[in-house]
């Protein structure tokens, strides 16, 4: 198992199915956070990859889903209401709170090279948690393209777009805050997936 | 150059890395049988299994040519079986049939949804698995626990069966009862065990891979049917 071979069966299970609950609140974050989508998608990194590796090595917080409704919920308010004036450091708090209510949801593919890896992953300490790492920024990779892209984009060019973006990410994300809730985010998830294959 | 190159130049990158991801992944599937892993009682993982890998990725007539390598061995107890319970029948199996009809048989317990795209890759080699084994006391049991709920359709189930080959019985775990039970920390499609005659749990693996010791494992089980359950065991069913 190398990493260039961990980064590759991510990349590989980014245009899967099984990764559709990581993505999409992560492309829902960076359109949330308008002109700040680099500070969402960044604490977005952060908070998935910190609670895929509580999870998958098996050091408990298997949240419940009414607590996950709730992290998701307060993205939701932290990207679309500027509370401080200080937006990046908001964004980025709300990017940390879907990440970790997407790490908490994502059950992802498991291959041959991220199998050998879970198998090891609970007593491999920090090698084991940077593999794990490699591995979802290959899944993530998709986000890295459009946060490049947003980036890229002078701000002046939002302005116009803001309240669709802001409608669509912030829906977007209040409508999986509300299916976690009310138990039917397998449902919610398994229709996304079921349009992506038809 | 400005920002916007750079970030073109990045882009153009991760499109060409992405398109030999996908050329590199081709390729492994039309490898030729590699040699067996060295065995030995740790659990299955690391870089011997990918080396068997590419082995099971080859055709089933690839796989069934040769009988099966025995593991050295005996393979470590990972603790006792599970049972299946609260399940929506069977498909491929009488009604009533119980996982205590199986005691006595070498058998492997495949938690699967036919969606997935990692189980589906497990299916060639386990096919191989059961064409090669017909003769023994040995059996499959797919546990099919839906991840979604397009996946929960009995008749797409049954169809899918017939679509990826799966001609051993299969466990209707709808609601997932058996799939968390059988997985009280990390759950994960598929997971593959392997049980012996008395019960024990031989092999463990989670996602694909490890065809290699699976098969060995399972081959060395039918081999060398133990006589009693090991120390370790009988502490675990205390």
Redesign the interface.
Known sequence: MTVVDLLLEGFESAFLPCSVILLLPGLASALAARQESTSALAGFTIGSMTLAYIRFSDRGLDLPDPVIALILAVSVVLLLIPLVRRLNVVSGLGGLAAGIGAGALWTPCVGSEFGSLLVDLPSSGAPGALQLWVYMAGVMAPLVVVGAFMYVIPRGAFLPVRPVMMAVGGGALAILSLATAAGLIDNVIGQLVEWSVT | MN??QY??I??GL?AA??L???A??GSDEGETVAAPAAADND?????D??AG?AGADATSSDTTAAPAPVLADAPGVYGMQGELVDLDGWLQAPADTELSDFDGQVHVVQFWTF????CK?TLDNMAALYERHQDDEFEIIGVHAP?????EDVDSIASAAVDLNVSWPIALDTRKTNFRAWQP??????RTFVVDQLGQIRFD??????YERLNETVAYLIENPPTELTPEAQWMSR
């Open positions: 920002r916007g970030i073109a990045f882009i991760l890395f992405g030999f991801a996908t590199t992944r659990r299955t993982d690391t870089a299994d990918t890998d969606g997935c795209i990692n890759r991840e979604f709920s397009f996946e920390g990390r759950r994960f499609w598929p693996r989670i996602g694909e891979g490890a």
